[in-house]
């Protein structure tokens, strides 16, 4: 009888070593796996076009940039005529308390005129060229607009806390960001859950429009590119002269 409870202990030890192993087993099936991150669209490298930096973004050239020797055309008088700039200011329907990145400040055509509707909020000027911030910063301070915070960010990081933004506006810059794709993931950090992005780009669908073609850019492909980094199109505004304002949200 003892020799045949001397058989049964290994056993028991075995039994008691497996069934902690079963139960673990279960419990990971159960749990859910993580979803994966969406997948960054590549970047190609093409024969640059007279205008272009050889680079294709979804099927999209991405064009040189404006430097800051070009703060003469932003602002010149007749912006208002050929662009209703007032008029896409409106659109956007800002609340008082509003903090705003208007992302590609450049010479702060938009900044200035956006800072007096957030008085409560903050309109943060971002741009890769301290030249262009040096403009801002003197003209701020001209203009007794404190509200206005210059900012330096990189050609891949807008350089800002995750969840700061409530709204981001992009005036005809996006086309020219040498790496959308992580630009777009930083905003995408940058901006509250419900933030908006208003993105206005000339329309390359309108022949009409006197703007060089990669300076240009189709409602199609602006809704492609920022579906694919995770936003929402939320509408395409009418009623300007020459540019799309299209809507897209965080959620």
């Known amino acids: ?42 970047y190609t490298p093409a024969p640059p076009s007279p205008d272009g930096i050889g680079k294709i973004f979804m099927g999209r050239e991405i064009s040189q940039v404006m430097g800051h020797p070009g703060i003469g055309w ?3 008088g007749d912006r208002e005529k050929e662009e209703a700039p007032s008029k896409a200011i ?8 509003t903090v705003i990145a208007d992302i590609g400040a450049g ?22 060229q301290p030249e262009m911030l040096r403009y801002l910063r003197d003209e701020s301070a001209k203009l007794g607009l404190p509200n206005i915070a210059p900012h330096l960010g ?7 806390p995750a969840n700061t933004l409530d709204a981001a506006l992009m005036v005809d810059a996006y086309h020219e960001f040498s790496h959308p794709a992580e630009m777009l993931q930083s905003l995408h950090k940058a901006l509250k859950p419900g933030a908006k992005i208003y993105l206005l780009e000339y ?4 022949p009409e429009v006197p703007i060089k073609p ?19 199109f939320v509408e395409n505004k009418p ?12 959620l």
């Open 203 to 206: 329309r390359a669908e309108d």
């Open 107 to 128: 010479s702060g055509y938009y900044t200035f005129r956006i800072a007096p509707l957030v008085p409560e909020g903050q309109v943060i000027a971002i741009d890769i």
């Open 1 to 42: 009888m003892k020799t045949r409870y001397l058989i049964l202990v290994p056993l028991i030890i075995l039994a008691l070593f497996l069934i902690p192993l079963v139960f673990l087993r279960n419990e990971v099936v159960k749990s859910p796996t993580p979803p994966a991150p969406p997948s960054i669209p590549s």
């Open 90 to 97: 409106a659109l956007l329907d800002l609340a008082p308390d």
């Open 154 to 160: 990189a050609i891949d990081d807008l350089k800002l």
């Open 74 to 76: 932003l602002e010149r």
């Open 239 to 250: 009623g300007l002269p020459w540019q799309h304002l299209l809507i897209f949200q965080k």
């Open 214 to 232: 990669l300076h240009k850019m189709t409602a199609a492909q602006a809704i492609k590119e920022y579906q694919a980094l995770g936003f929402t």
